[in-house]
């Protein structure tokens, strides 16, 4: 097989710069180790920058998210007892999307087999070869049959736990990385949110949060252990744990628990992003933890900026932007990790004790919930970095 860009992983960042690349006339591939249905099923966050909306919408793959999507003005922190909303729209005009990543990814895949795009699943040993200057050639067996895609560029966009980041030799890149001392343990709930927006909690037990999929359907969250088992916990005790973090400032109807999971949470970068012909995208180079709603942002950012250097590569042959896509993305990547690590630790409980750094917390969240300066350096971050 042959094709100009070899794009390894049908998340939202392969499966977007797919079909960016397509808009520009460049043919790409790509590869996928999971089912389809594994990848439409996958319940992820599900929070979307104004501009990435925009984004979906504009470039025809917005029919769904228009209809379905719940469109927020802002959020809101409780602590002490009390709610406090953060009006985006209201601070600087903007607004946020409840998608989740699962129907992103369902529509990308959908548009771009309409489109005729090539998308192979179920795919397995796959490596990449001669990206080091060379022509380089994916290898993979589909169906049981080895195969292999040349081409002009690979694009890695297969996630942390991929296969190309560690295809790059190790004296090439480097990490960097801070992991936190607890986890998520996230659950989808046949029962209504208890506010209309997102509620963030600062408790003496624990974050909390409170999300949503639709009017009857909740996703909720709480801080746990980081290597906590879900299944240690029962149904009444993660309701009961919920209501308690909640603090009383809004009532919570329980529910039947659909699905439940730990998440880890870490803020991993890669510098740089590219080495020779391979570029990488999304988790592949880079995972915030949840708390800044920005993991899929992110990776739709990458490819934006990854899709226009290679379409000046094809059009003009200007090889300027190609050369500068870690920097550009590295830029916006590292002003996400800065905003997502201080998002996770302004609202976790770090001790068992209340000592000096609790006591700072708090006067940090009554600061940022308090002040319009401090709301709108919020708001510009969750709703998204201006992109041009
Ligand atoms: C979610 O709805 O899954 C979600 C929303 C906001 C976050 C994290 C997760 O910060």
């Not at 002009?152 to 801070?178: E, K, L, Q, T």
């Amino acid at each position: 097989m042959r094709t100009q860009v070899g794009i390894v992983g049908a998340g939202p960042a392969g499966l977007m710069l797919s079909h960016l690349l397509h808009l520009a006339g460049i043919d790409s591939i790509v590869i996928e180790n999971r089912s389809r249905a594994y990848c439409e099923a996958r319940v992820r966050a599900g929070l979307m920058e104004n501009w990435v909306a925009q984004l979906l919408i504009d470039t025809g793959v917005g029919e769904r998210l228009n209809r379905e999507a719940m469109v927020h003005d802002g959020i809101y922190v409780a602590f002490g007892g009390e709610a406090r909303h953060i009006d985006f729209h209201k601070l600087i005009g903007k607004r946020v999307y409840i998608y989740d990543q699962k129907e992103v990814v369902t529509d990308l895949i959908a548009k771009r087999l309409g489109d005729g795009g090539q998308i192979l699943f179920e795919v397995e040993d796959t490596s990449i070869h001669d990206f080091d200057g060379g022509r380089p050639k994916i290898r993979f067996r589909h169906g049981g049959a080895a195969q292999e895609i040349e081409c002009d560029f690979i694009a890695g966009c297969d996630g942390f736990h991929g296969i190309c980041r560690p295809s790059i030799p190790a004296s090439a890149w480097r990490g960097y990385d801070r992991v936190y001392p607890f986890g998520w343990l996230g659950v989808l709930t046949e029962s209504p949110p208890p506010e209309d927006e997102l509620i963030y909690c600062f408790h003496e037990r624990g974050f909390a949060l409170f999300s949503m999929r639709g009017p009857q359907v909740s996703r909720l969250y709480i801080q746990v252990p980081p290597e906590e088992d879900a299944d240690k916990w029962s149904d009444a005790q993660i309701w009961g744990e919920l209501e308690t973090r909640l603090g009383g400032v809004r009532p919570l109807k329980r529910g039947k628990i659909l699905q439940k999971g730990v998440t880890p949470m870490r803020s991993y970068v890669t510098e740089p992003m590219q080495h020779g012909r391979l570029f990488l995208a999304g988790d592949a180079a880079h995972i915030v933890p949840p708390t800044g709603a920005k993991g899929m942002n992110l990776a739709i950012a990458d490819v934006r900026v990854l899709s226009r250097a290679f379409e000046a590569h094809y059009k003009s042959g200007g090889e300027a932007l190609l050369k500068d896509y870690s920097r550009t993305a590295l830029n916006r990547v590292w002003k996400g990790q800065r905003f997502s690590w201080w998002m996770t630790q302004m609202l976790h409980r770090h001790s068992d004790e209340i000592d000096f750094d609790t006591k700072r917390q708090i006067a940090e969240i009554d600061y940022v919930t308090g002040s319009v300066a401090a709301m709108t350096s919020l708001a510009e971050n969750y709703a998204g970095l201006p992109m041009e």
